[in-house]
């Protein structure tokens, strides 16, 4: 087997699905001939009725297909992360982290300036009950901080 084989269309696409996705039932391969070519390269195992990459498999997808780089970019554009911020009259606002130097400048205008009046567009005022899932303090996962 070669280090670094040519890939068909096929098992390319099978490759970044399987590295997206991860273990993969048949029903749901993107091609079955693209599965067969990987697993025959020791890229992909099946077994069972799914498929996933092997050690090589996953390297090849990091290390020659760059994949690592299209799967952040992918899981950016899919998800927002927020953050929740007050104002100076204690109201409080979900905002996303990304606008957080947006909320810093608005946050310095004087009182006084009737631009401070109107909240910027991208801050959704909290009033209630909040409810989220996956919370992260300090950078770290605040559900794997609470399991014993």
């Not at 025959?40 to 090589?56: M, P, Q």
């Not at 299209?70 to 998800?79: A, G, L, S, V």
Request: glycine share 6%.
């Amino acid at each position: 087997m070669s280090r670094n084989p040519e890939l068909s269309v096929f098992a390319k696409a099978m490759l970044e699905q399987l590295f997206f996705d991860g273990p993969t039932w048949d029903g749901n391969c993107t091609s079955k001939t693209g599965r067969d070519e990987l697993v025959d390269l020791g890229l992909a195992v099946h077994w069972n009725g799914y498929c996933s990459l092997t050690a090589e498999g996953l390297m090849q997808a990091v290390g020659v297909h760059k994949l690592d780089r299209k799967k952040e970019i992918r899981h950016r554009e899919r998800y927002t992360y927020f953050r929740l911020v007050s104002d100076n009259s204690g109201h409080d606002y979900v905002i996303p982290v990304d606008r957080s130097e947006d909320w810093e400048a608005f946050m310095a205008i004087p009182e006084d300036d009737q631009a401070s009046w109107e909240v910027p567009d991208f801050a959704h005022q909290v009033e209630g009950d909040l409810q989220f899932s996956w919370p992260i303090i300090n950078d770290e996962a605040v559900i794997r901080k609470m399991r014993p």
